[in-house]
């Protein structure tokens, strides 16, 4: 059997990249294609809990390294327990977030040297890289605009950085574009919903078929 598609789904906070990933998923699955939704940090169990302790509010005294090594750890174990075997049975596995969220946030955003993110998420992931990655492309100030506004949404303690830390993250980004040119497709995501929705529905398509 082929190997399935590996496709995150990367972006500034409040870029309505997971509203679209769930819109994409029901329109794959209801379309009859073998697909899985799933998120970083979390995906299965163990993942969940490093998440929850990465996220916490609470936790403000937490190291930058540890931040990245609970990350990373999250992602192998994800990775392992839950991508890898959906992949190897064919599966279209769509993921909120992967390792480039790692390299603009804890490497361009937090100030860790690139290569030494790019080392502890080597040894995470392996080979393991996405086939794509959508990043949805929205400015810090309308991303966080689009969270204040909704209510429903939990702060985590990500969210709570200042807006110059969340404008290092997209400058990051764009870095890891120029860089990385052929692994990135990049979705103005300032438009309606609507308009980005077809717009990645249009690649993704095109991607797997
Ligand atoms: P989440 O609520 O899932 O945010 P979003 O909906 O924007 O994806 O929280 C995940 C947070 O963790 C988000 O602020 C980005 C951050 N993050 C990193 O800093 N590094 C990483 O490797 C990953 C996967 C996420």
């Not at 190291?63 to 999250?74: G, I, N, S, V």
């Not at 955003?109 to 959508?134: H, T, W």
């Amino acid at each position: 059997m082929n190997r399935g598609k590996f496709i995150a789904f990367e972006g500034g906070d409040g870029s309505g990249k997971s509203t679209i990933l769930e819109m994409i998923y029901d329109y794959l699955v209801s379309n009859g294609v073998k697909c899985i939704k799933t998120r970083e940090p979390g995906g299965i169990k163990i993942s969940e809990d490093i998440r929850s302790i990465i996220l916490d509010t609470k936790n403000t005294e937490m190291d930058r390294k540890t931040e990245a090594l609970l990350y990373a750890a999250a992602r192998r174990q994800h990775l392992v327990e839950k991508v890898i075997p959906e992949l190897n049975k064919g599966t279209i596995v769509l993921c909120d977030r992967f390792i480039y969220s790692s390299l603009a946030y804890q490497g361009y955003a937090r100030g860790i040297d690139i290569e030494e993110i790019s080392q502890i998420n080597k040894f995470a992931v392996g080979e393991y890289m996405p086939d794509l990655n959508v990043l949805f492309d929205v400015s810090p100030e309308v991303g966080l605009s689009r969270i204040n506004k909704n209510k429903d949404r939990e702060v985590n303690r990500l969210d709570l950085e200042k807006i110059d830390f969340h404008k290092k993250v997209m400058e990051g980004y764009y870095k890891l574009v120029e860089e990385n040119n052929d692994k990135f497709a990049i979705i103005n995501a300032e438009k309606s919903i609507d308009e980005v929705f077809n717009e990645v529905k249009e690649i993704i398509i095109n991607f797997i078929k």
